[in-house]
């Protein structure tokens, strides 16, 4: 920044930035260091930016009401409070999943045909479940048939072209899954996204860092319906 | 959300948003509780998402970095952190231009020709100069000749068809302020942004909550950046 | 800090500090720059700290838990989400209260005599009752007759010989609005506190500084409960 | 909490709390779910929670500046942002100590004489250096040759009664350390602060928790610094 010029991830911010860039495409550079993704990759992260906008009642969204209840001068403390639970329990499977992907696709050679990746997934589910830890990106609490998002994300993986063998060892880990155990667990939006970040180029923890940016815009819209229509008095109320 | 469906702010998600909804229209339903924009305003939204994405070094995104290094397993702490910064003195002028321009048109029945806006504007900063009072929205501790992102902004509000009333009552304050001061106090982007805010109908709180999602996407790119390079240790090491 | 010595506010921690001065004395070293507080300063601030320790279901304590839920590997911002709660509805109380007495006696030049101040509180209740705006320190949702803890930190006030001007005007705040308005409204603990505090030479503030160190210990009984017995999924699943 | 009596803990505040339970006792209560401590073991809870006490430039003192700078009117996030750095790097120590003297102890069937001990201690120096992890309580970047507060805690831990084998393996493991390595790397106030706390009969993590209590105190007194002093515009303003 100097007097009469501002620069942001190396472009100006003015000339060059201002209404050509579009926030999702900035969001891309911040995430890069400066950026500018194709088209079609901007159009794969503005959607994976919408799909976890927080909406209706979840823990970060409770957590910001009752902080803004307590302290109504300090709207961006209460979207912060409501970020500090945006950890490892939910977003975290986002970045565990495309670690897991990137990892084992690393250390395997990169198989390409489908029956090399079907073997590393069977390797894969087996290993999880002789140490008895949970596999990311598979199952959801609520979507036990399977999460609505998940088939619509996949089908603009592919549309872009960006869709490739870490998504395709996502479903070849839940088939690998129902086939040694007898029990389906159906990819998860979380995880196909952490699949689809790693996919497109960018770290696993990219993948969480733009669940943030989502969970903000969420969270501004909670305050800001709460300024509207208080509930955090009631809410309290109703618990004690 | 059921098992088979989630819906946000009143729309699926799924068959409704993704991929037809852009992140920065789902932002503004966020923000007005369900409405999607119209063209024009999806723009001008956009453009001040990118106006205000945290970039270099800024108080907000040195508590992010220095917050990382003592709790690397919480990225969204960090981030948390570094809004917490982003009170009334920064992003705080937005909401109070907007708030100024909103009451003061109120109070005046909303004059509609430049003489009638202009005895308004120099009434203000009247007021303004007896109570001691700092006039929001004007001057800038960097850009003492001007903001360049004013004029940019300004054109797009103006290209857009939302300048309206509010942006012009800024621009009003700004002359009433050379006029009486003889020094002149150019109108800044946070100002302009108040403004531009309230132009679209939507509450002055809403460009503090625009702000907080810029700079979310900003800090999210502080904390990548510091994954890779590490510099808290050493900023921590020069301050002691 | 050198290689073999720490030094905290201007004491060698290991020779002058540790098992030397209680916790509560370093907190007044800490709110004041370095002072070891008189042993009925200590004492006086002793059971400030504990009065004011978060217990029970409060929004603090429920967003705490909440935001635990989402990130158990980073209980110290569950912390913190908690604490960001702490602002001017509640806490803020014993700053405003502080600050209005100091303020008004102040400008009084000090009253010494009952009359005196008796008169003073009348002027300052019909001046709030003129602006329609709410006295600090008087009333409590809860204990509508009166605040338990109110004589309880009144006696240990007078019997450490704190008690002094502040205390007496916000007394007579009371009685004042009682004479006026014909209802009762008691000296409720927070704005006592703030009187206590400027009564002891500190600034108004550090009455807030207080009550956030006395729910930051308050804060990390709710996480360790939450840790031993989860309460916030059920707390969510109530609520949706 | 009813209209006319205030429990803490299963305590009647008024009666039975306030100037009878010191504040460091009610932060054990605050931990152990409602228990007073016994008097030593008050004395050591007291000198552990002196022991933290933020104080100079630290890097969360730095992010509680930088904080206030942009939220002047939010003391409160100040300090939370501060806290929000109290993760694994610094804090986590004390608990990793702990839960690695508890579980060792617990697995080996608590072994009692001093040769059982120091076997164990090679044991896992030996498992450490194996898998090329870090021992955590050994070794301190500052005080190379001994953390100064160390020989002090032992020192009350020894006097009050509490320092017991979980302890005692601690220096067994920095004893196996020299030996085997031929560096020495002595134990920590941190790692000896969670042996402490163990050997209280408390949980690793309630180490943590009174590290958190610590830390908010002196952010308290930083906050406090920062508004009688400003420093944060100069830190930023030698920044960039």
Redesign the interface.
């Known amino acids: 920044?100097?007097?009469?010029?501002?620069?942001?991830?190396g472009h100006d911010?003015?000339t060059e930035?201002?209404?050509q860039?579009?926030?999702?495409e900035?969001?891309y550079?911040?995430?890069t260091?400066g950026l500018r993704p194709a088209r079609e990759h901007a159009?794969m992260l503005?959607?994976l930016?919408?799909?976890f906008?927080d909406?209706?009642?979840?823990?970060?969204s409770?957590?910001a009401r009752?902080?803004?209840?307590?302290?109504?001068?300090?709207?961006?403390?209460?979207?912060?409070?409501?970020?500090?639970?945006?950890?490892?329990?939910?977003?975290g499977t986002m970045q565990i999943a495309g670690e897991l992907l990137l990892t084992s696709l690393k250390n395997a050679g990169q198989p390409a045909d489908e029956a090399a990746l079907s073997n590393l997934a069977r390797d894969i589910v087996q290993e999880y479940r002789r140490d008895r830890r949970h596999l990311p990106g598979l199952g959801h609490p609520?979507?036990?048939?399977?999460d609505?998002?998940t088939p619509?994300?996949m089908d603009?993986a592919v549309a872009t072209g960006i869709a490739g063998v870490h998504c395709r060892l996502l479903f070849a880990l839940a088939d690998a899954y129902a086939d040694i155990t007898g029990r389906k667990l159906p990819v998860n939006a979380a995880g196909l996204s952490g699949a689809i970040v790693v996919d497109m180029g960018l770290?696993p923890?990219?993948a969480?860092?733009?669940a943030?940016?989502?969970r903000?815009?969420?969270l501004?819209?909670?305050?800001?319906?709460e300024?509207?229509t208080p509930t955090?008095q009631a809410?309290?109320d109703g618990?004690?």
């Open positions: 920044m100097s007097a009469d010029k501002i620069t942001v991830y911010l003015v930035v201002m209404d860039w579009s926030f999702t900035l969001t550079a911040a995430i260091g159009r503005d959607v930016l919408t799909t906008v909406h209706g009642v979840t823990p970060s409770l957590a009752l902080t803004l209840l307590g302290a109504p001068e300090a709207m961006q403390s209460a979207i912060a409070a409501g970020l500090c639970g945006a950890g490892s329990r939910y977003l609520e979507h036990k048939t399977g609505p998002r619509k994300l603009i770290p923890v990219a969480r860092g733009l943030v940016v989502s903000a815009a969420g501004v819209g909670v305050v800001l319906s300024m509207r955090a809410i309290w618990l004690r």
